[in-house]
């Protein structure tokens, strides 16, 4: 069992970067990882995805070219760089991990993952 964290979130003007970052209480090696974000009376989505061993990413088209998942094993964390920032992209952002993983899998749906962080609110302004 591991536990997330998720910190980096805050406010930001448009064309702004943030780095969120997920710390996980143990190894998370053995665990692929997602970001996930939920905005105000919309349904969780998947933003980006890193597969067990690392090699494999994937990132949902919205943000595509300006976010980029990235995992540090020997420091159980997991960074999203968000980049070009839209007021769209507003939304608390959920760090979530899965255990059992494929090594070379992404997984892109929330029921494929087991833990969840406690979630980082991003607000873009205009």
């Known amino acids: 069992q591991v536990q997330l964290v998720e910190s980096g979130g805050g406010l930001v003007q448009a064309g702004g970067s943030l780095r969120l970052s997920c710390a996980a209480s143990g190894r998370i090696g053995t665990y692929a990882m997602g970001w996930f974000r939920q905005a105000l009376g919309t349904e969780r989505e998947i933003v980006a995805a890193?597969?067990?061993?690392?090699?494999?990413?994937w990132t949902a088209d919205s943000v595509k070219g300006r976010f980029t998942i990235s995992r540090d094993n020997a420091k159980n964390t997991v960074y999203l760089q968000m980049n070009m920032l839209k007021p769209e992209d507003t939304a608390v952002y959920y760090c979530?991990?899965?255990?059992?993983?494929?090594?070379?899998?992404?997984?892109?749906?929330?029921?494929?993952?087991?833990?969840w962080g406690q979630g980082t609110q991003v607000t873009v302004s205009s």
């Open positions: 979530a991990a899965r255990e059992r993983s494929d090594y070379s899998r992404t997984y892109y749906s929330a029921e494929d993952y087991n833990y």
């Open positions: 890193r597969s067990r061993i690392g090699f494999s990413t």
